[in-house]
Each structure stands twice: as C-alpha cells, then as structure tokens.
C-alpha cells in the first residue's frame, strides 16, 4: 500500500488511473475532503475582515467619489447628480490654488525638516556620552503625545502675551513687541510647520536610529582604514546602507503629513482666513461646517489623487524588496 | 601627535554635548512648559510676561478639571480605545490565518488593498462614514466608534500581525502538523503563541494608534455623556478665554497612560513601530 497519496494525484482523472485498488481511492477521497475543508476555512478566515475593510474603506471612498459629482446643501441635504460641476468649481477657485499650495509647502517643508533632524538626532543619539539613554527614551515623548495636545500646548507657547516664544524671542532681541505667530496669515502656516516637525520628528530618529546601528561597524572600519574621513565614510557607506530605511521612512511621512488633521485643525483650524487650510482641514470644513458634501466629496477625491503618486511609488517599492509576497 | 588627537576628541566630545543639550531642550522645553503650566497658580499662568518657573507648585489646576465629567471622558476614552483593540486583534488574527499560508490564491491584491487602506487620507473616508453612522444609528455611541477605529487601525493591525507571524520559522507549523493539529489548530496553538511578543506590539500599537485620535471623535459624538477625553480637552477652550493651567491639567491626564503603556512596552513598542513600515 503507498504511504500517502498527494493533491498531485488528486488531479488525475480516473480513466488516467491504472485501476486503484479500494484503498488508495478511499485515501484519495478522504484527502480530497481535507483539502477542500482546508481552502473552505481559509475563505472563511478572510471573509470578515476583508467585508469589514470594505465597509470601511471601499465603500466610504466609492461613496465620497459618487458624492463628488452632487450637490446638496444643509436646507436639502439629499444629493442631487450635478455632473462635474464641483470640480469645475473648485479648480478654477483661489481657495483651491490656496489649498493646494498651503498643503504642498506643509508636506515638503515638515517632511524635509523631520528627515534632516531625525537623521542628526538620530546619529547623536548613536555617539557615546553620559545621559545618552535618557535622552534616547524622552525623544519619543512628542510623538506619543496626542495630537490634540500637542495643539493646545503650541497654541499656548505662540500665545503673544502668555507663551515662552515670544518671552524668549525678546529677550535674545528677534523681535519687538508681541506678535500673534498664530493670529496673522503671513506667519500662521510657518509656525504651525514648526509645531508639526515638534510632533513628528522622533519617529524619523526612531527609525534611523535602528538604521544606523544596523550598518556594520567593520564596513566603516574598512573605509576608515583606506583613508576615508568621517564625512566620506558617512556620504559612501554608512548613508547607503541606511537609504532602503530612509526612502520608506521619508515616503511615509510624506503621505502622513498630507494626511494630518489634528494638528492644524487645534492650533488654528484652517485660518486666519484660509491662511493655513490644507486638504484634510478643508474637506472637514466644506463637510461638516458649511454642509457641502459634494464640494468636500471633489476635495477629498482630488487629495487621493495627488496622494497616489505617493502611494504608488511606496507599493512598488515594497513589491520589489519582496514585501508583498 | 598624541595631543592633537586628544584635543581633537575634547573638542567633538563638546560638540556632542552641545548637540545633545539642543536636542534635549527642543522636545522637553515644550512638555516642561506644559507641566509647569499645569502646577501654576492661575495669576502666573495668566503673568505678562510669562514667569519660567512657578513661585510654587499647585495641584488646583487638576483638582478643577477632576470632575465626574472629566472621569467620564477619561472612562470613555479607555473603553473605546480597549474595545478597539480587542475587536482589532481578533479580525486581524482571523485574517493573518490566511494571508501567511503560502500559494494562497487572492492574497497579493488583499495585501495590497490592506496596504492602499493604510495610506488613503481619514478625511476622504469621514463624511460617508458618517452619513452611514447616522443611517444605522452608530452616531454618538461608543460601539459605533470602535467600529469607526477600525478604519484606519486594521490594515495597519493585519499588516504589522503578518510581518510578526511570518518570522516565526515554517519548520514549527510542519512538525505541530505531524504531531495531528490541524492547519488552523497549528496557526492558533503554536504560531500564534510564539509570536506572542509580536501579538502584544500590535496590540499596544492599535490602542496608541485610538488613543491619538481626534478626527473621527470630533465628528461620530456629539453628545456630552459619550465624550471621549480628547474632546473634553477641546471642550476647555472657550470662546472668550482659555483655562490654561486646566487645560494643561487636563493634557498631562491624557498622556498618563500613554506614558504608562510605553513604559512598561516600550520594547514591544518601538519593536511594532520599525517593523512594518521599514520592511521596504
């Protein structure tokens, strides 16, 4: 009698089948059933997340994408088809052109920081010195913190009479006076760039951290040893072999940052005027305080549309380091 | 010879401290103004210019905003944000099942739909949401809103799972299998034990993940009672003046258990946190 009998057999058709004796068949058969049960509990497995994720997100987004092509108001709020009308409307507005570059100099100017500093912070933190592992576990703490808090305590430090910025920036004679950082359309966006770099740095340092120590120390060696500088070493070996952690790192961020809401929503919801309004804001605003769902619909839709450049360029990466499979 | 190469390590040495003094008030200058804040009493918080440090520390601050509101809030908020991660953590075991058998067909585009969730802005996804909450009455219910929670966790939840669950070797399914487990009594009864640790970032990770949340608070309850704690910092500000000893009271409370899970986990933290985003 054979040992076993494989799913390779179970293909055969009969009449290929040199007469089984009885007891390979049953084999075969009962094998069957056990393949089948198997392939029926992994669907059963997968069935309630992916209908809860599509409940969520699929059907949310095909919804927000059918409600950019209507019009409805806070006195009739049933969506009536309007064609693209919205989108017309919206990209020939210079509250769009607002938005859009509002959101683009955000991105870019918080992304680039967090990356620069996290990158520094994250090779300091690497160094030896006394008070190394304190300061390594603190640097986490504006990360962890709740976005909302991190909104009330730098709408606090900017306050022009009560906040320590502008104590401090008397004092080492930056500026005269009291300016509201947070009240005047000319410096709003750049001090909540300021707060958001704050918040988000320490993930960066996290990750490059890891990074670093996972370079090989005999590879520095090596270079050092063929007459390499510290600058050389870190431009040749140490900053390529970090690169893999810096592209997704950097990616990521950047379609976090387009994203966040908490931040700017606290510190100055979108104002003074639309002076620091970006995408996720003004979505918020179109839907939930003027009622305008299409107008917040197109919004949302254009966002994702500029975001999946990101996306894109982040899922092929992890296709071709194998992350997919 | 021998000097130079002394004083030039002095001299980095001192760089290096001089750095590490900069970063250090950068991220604790904000957060020791924030507890300073909170310990003022309220002539100091509301001094012109600001006093740096108190001339003595109060506790009035957190015994105002220490109401049965705040409790509630506070209750609401652990509630909710438990409540996630349980739900979470059972539909992404349910799913790992699945996506870690190899030659699964269907698996790539479930991966990759898992992944496109994870990065879609929340801000598209809330109206709609928020319109079917209010068809099926899940609008200002704590149920509705882990339900909502699960949005922007669970894909993050199953893709970090998967990372942590694909580390643990093959060979140890294969000899439970020859020992007569089934596939899934393998998966449940010696993978999923041993990544264990992993089972335990992901967790931390979804709870920290509900605990940050503010968007979708702000829009699923508008009712006092079923306020999370978030939104009872909001609260606080008012149209006219802000309670800033209060509202910084009230912030240091929110961050106390954050503070306590990343304590007690902070290696499973941070282990959550690399794994899955820099698998790239």
């Known amino acids: 009698m054979p040992p076993t009998v494989r799913n390779a057999d179970v293909s ?40 809860l994720l599509g409940a969520l997100v699929a ?22 088809f309007t064609g693209l009308s919205n989108y017309t409307a919206i990209l020939t507005s210079d509250t769009f052109l607002t938005v859009l570059k509002n959101s683009v100099i955000w991105t870019i100017a918080v992304v680039a920081a967090q990356f620069v500093l996290g990158l520094a912070s994250a090779i300091l933190l690497s160094q030896k010195f006394k ?11 504006p990360w962890i913190m709740p976005g909302v808090i991190a ?60 990074a670093y120590q996972g370079v090989p120390n005999e590879l520095r060696e090596a270079a050092r040893s063929d007459g390499a500088n510290a600058w050389q070493v870190f431009r040749h070996v140490t900053l390529p072999a970090m690169a893999p952690t810096i592209r997704t790192t950097v990616l990521l961020t950047t379609v976090w940052t387009f994203n966040y809401f908490d931040l700017v929503y606290v510190m100055t919801a979108g104002g003074p005027g639309t002076s620091t309004e970006i995408f996720p804001t003004y979505i918020y605003r179109e839907a939930f305080q003027n009622v305008r769902y299409g107008f917040a619909g197109a919004y949302g839709v254009i966002s994702v549309v500029l975001l999946s450049i990101f996306t894109v360029v982040y899922l092929r990466q992890l296709n071709k380091s194998g992350g997919l499979d | 010879m021998s000097v130079t190469i002394a004083r030039r390590k002095a001299t ?9 003094a900069a970063l250090a008030a950068f991220v604790l200058g904000p957060i020791f103004w924030l507890l300073t804040t909170s310990l003022k009493p309220r002539s100091e918080v509301f001094a012109s210019p600001p006093r740096f440090l108190p001339s003595h520390l109060t506790f009035a601050n957190y015994a105002d905003v220490l109401t049965p509101d705040t409790l509630q809030f506070f209750v609401n908020s652990v509630i909710v944000c438990l409540g996630t991660t349980v739900l979470c953590l059972a539909f992404s075991l349910l799913a790992c099942f699945t996506l870690t058998r190899t030659g699964t067909r269907g698996r790539k585009p479930i991966l990759l739909g898992v992944l496109v969730s994870q990065l ?6 809330l109206v709609p949401l928020y319109r079917a909450a209010n068809t099926l009455g899940l609008l200002n219910s704590r149920f509705g809103l882990m339900v909502a929670y699960m949005t922007f966790t669970l894909p993050v939840a199953i893709w970090l799972l998967r990372g942590f669950l694909m580390a643990i070797p093959m060979e140890l399914e294969e000899a439970a299998r020859l020992d007569g487990l089934t596939e899934f009594g393998a998966y449940w009864r010696v993978i999923v034990p041993l990544a264990k640790p992993g089972v335990a970032a992901v967790g931390i990770y979804v709870f920290f993940m509900a605990w940050q949340d503010f968007m979708y608070a702000l829009v699923f309850l508008t009712d006092a009672s079923k306020r999370t704690l978030p939104l009872g ?17 009230v912030s240091a409370l929110l961050l106390v258990p954050i503070l306590l899970v990343f304590t007690f986990a902070q290696r499973y933290f941070i282990a959550g946190l690399t794994a899955g985003a820099v698998k790239g």
Request: include cysteine; charge should be positive.
């Open chain 2, 120 to 125: 879609l802005p929340q801000a598209v996804l």
């Open chain 2, 233 to 249: 910092v909001l609260a606080l500000i008012g149209s006219h003046t802000i309670e800033w000893g209060q509202l910084m009271a």
């Open chain 2, 12 to 20: 980095r040495q001192v760089g290096v401290y001089v750095a590490a």
């Open chain 1, 151 to 210: 909104g009330v305590l730098w709408k606090l430090l900017y306050d022009p009479y009560l906040g320590p910025v502008n104590a401090l920036a008397n004092g080492l004679g930056l500026v005269n006076g009291n300016p509201a950082w947070l009240g005047q359309a000319s410096t709003a966006l750049a001090a909540v760039v300021v707060a958001a770099i704050w918040k988000g740095f320490p993930l960066s340092t996290i990750m490059y951290m890891a």
């Open chain 1, 12 to 51: 055969m058709s009969v009449a290929e089948r040199p007469a089984p004796s009885q007891a390979p068949a049953q084999a075969v058969a009962k094998e069957k059933r056990r393949h089948n049960r198997q392939t029926a509990l992994r669907v059963l497995c997968i069935v309630p997340p992916v209908a």
């Open chain 1, 131 to 141: 008070g190394r592992l304190v300061l390594r576990s603190v640097v986490i703490l």
């Open chain 1, 59 to 80: 059907y949310p987004l095909a919804n927000a994408v059918y409600l950019s092509f209507t019009k409805s108001s806070f006195i009739n709020p049933a969506p009536t």
